[in-house]
């Protein structure tokens, strides 16, 4: 996770304490220092030979950088990782596409930390995946640690708004430092569409990794 970041570690065990006993491990890479189109593939690996060490059954970069910079640097880390520690590894950014797909979630609204500028770039990326950013609200903040201190009624008060704005299939709170995993449901509930959290996506992407590997170890003799 990026090393700012206050509220993965938090939704990690919100989500993990609720299910079946799956163990969480974590390790940080530098915020900034990035190349604009990509990742300094120098701190990933690092990250990723430590994680390695606990022998985890996926390996998940829970951070939404890869949407802004267009989801192919995702897709790259993956690989490398993949081809270089054998270990299955997924991304927040390109597991909400293909969770968006897969339910035909295509009218989105977004509640984003960045800049307008930052959500003109989302609004295109996404568009390049077949999913249209219908409506949205920016933050302003570009201090990565900031975005943590976002409270969760702020950010209900716009996930209300761009609903009220725009006929929405699902809203995204687009940013694993804000603190939108417990209002998700409830709102979702409430909206009566779904209310997906960035940082509890790149959890649960993790999921069924884990699960695939319990039951195949049950059908080895």
Not at 159 to 178: F, K, P, Q
Request: charged residues 20%; hydrophobic residues 45%.
């Amino acid at each position: 996770m990026p090393s700012s970041n206050r509220v993965v570690e938090r939704v990690a065990r919100s989500i993990l304490n609720d299910g079946p006993h799956i163990d969480a491990c974590f390790a940080r890479v530098p915020y900034a220092g990035h190349p604009p189109d990509g990742y300094d593939m120098a701190a990933f690996r690092r990250a990723a030979l430590l994680l390695a060490e606990a022998h985890p059954d996926v390996i998940v970069w829970n951070a939404t950088r890869g949407a802004l910079i267009g989801f192919e640097p995702d897709r790259q880390l993956c690989a490398a990782i993949e081809g270089e520690m054998g270990i299955p590894c997924a991304t927040t950014a390109l597991a909400t596409v293909d969770l968006l797909r897969s339910r035909n979630l295509r009218r989105i609204g977004l509640v984003a930390q960045g800049s307008d500028r930052d959500g003109a770039r989302l609004k295109q990326t996404f568009a390049q995946e077949g999913i249209d950013i219908l409506a949205g609200h920016n933050f302003g903040i570009t201090d990565n640690f900031q975005a943590a201190r976002v409270i969760p009624e702020e950010i209900e008060a716009q996930v209300m708004r761009l609903t009220a704005a725009a006929d929405l299939d699902a809203v995204l709170i687009w940013s694993t430092n804000l603190a939108g995993h417990e209002l998700s449901a409830g709102l979702g509930e409430r909206l009566g569409i779904p209310v997906l959290d960035s940082a509890a996506l790149g959890i649960l992407t993790a999921l069924p990794y884990v699960f695939a590997k319990d039951a195949a170890s049950l059908e080895r003799p």
